[in-house]
């Protein structure tokens, strides 16, 4: 009895620690699944949640609203895009000032920029990767056809969160990186981590020298 008793503890603590993508909508409900062993949020690049599960989420041409329910003390945040539909190469980065989150509770950024040009009704996923302080990451992907008279969601507000825009330096102290490739900390288009873009009210710009994100991307340790 005892046993099953931890084992449950520790389940739910393991289920706490993903998170959901509420908009755009995700291609399913990982966090529901998570016991059944469908789909697993461990699993690289999409949850193991295959293209056309879900529905399609209408975004804007020049990038979108993003709203993310977190459950860690603090977790480092990458979106990537895949152009196209059944798109499996996530290599254009929308965070290339990749962000840290402390607190849980809700994360909505008003516009994530979209740094490639792209047509009225194109198809596309998006990919959302999180890393905690085990040092594993997490994955959950939405599929988004662009749309120039696409609507934002109608409550985009955070709650209990503060956004860090981490910009990776070299050590010669200039910015590195490549803004299109996927989970790139580099500099690229710099508004992608400015106030006015993440859209939240407690927002500070940092550096950290030489952070390997694409080695937390695919789930490595410090």
């Known amino acids: 009895m005892l046993s099953e008793a931890l084992f449950a ?13 509420a ?16 789909y697993s949020q ?5 949850a193991g949640v295959p293209y056309g599960a ?3 989420t209408d975004w804007p041409l020049d990038g979108g609203s993003l709203k993310l329910e977190l459950h860690h003390p603090w977790t480092y945040v990458f979106v990537n895009l895949g152009v196209g539909g059944n798109s499996t190469n996530f290599n254009v980065s929308l965070t ?7 607190g849980s509770g809700t994360l909505c950024i008003d516009k994530v920029p979209l740094p490639v040009m792209v047509d009225d009704g194109a ?6 990767v999180t890393v905690g302080e085990a040092g594993s990451a997490l994955y959950n992907c939405a599929d988004i056809r662009f749309k120039k008279d696409a609507q934002a969601p109608a409550n985009c507000t955070s709650g209990g969160i503060k956004v860090t825009a981490i910009r990776e330096q070299n050590g010669n102290g200039t910015t590195g990186g490549n803004s ?6 580099g500099g690229g288009d710099k508004k992608s981590g400015s106030p006015g873009t993440l859209g939240v009210n407690a927002v500070a710009l940092g550096t950290v020298a030489g952070l390997a994100s694409a080695a937390f991307a695919m789930g490595l340790g410090f």
């Open 180 to 185: 299109t490739g996927g989970n790139s900390t």
């Open 54 to 56: 879900g529905n399609v």
């Open 123 to 128: 198809l596309a996923s998006l990919q959302v």
């Open 96 to 102: 290339p000032e990749f962000w840290n989150t402390t």
């Open 9 to 21: 503890l520790a389940a739910a603590q393991s289920v706490s620690a993903h998170f959901k993508l």
């Open 42 to 46: 461990w699993t690289y690049p999409c």
């Open 23 to 38: 908009f755009p909508a995700w291609r399913a409900d990982t966090l529901a699944h998570e016991d059944t062993s469908k």
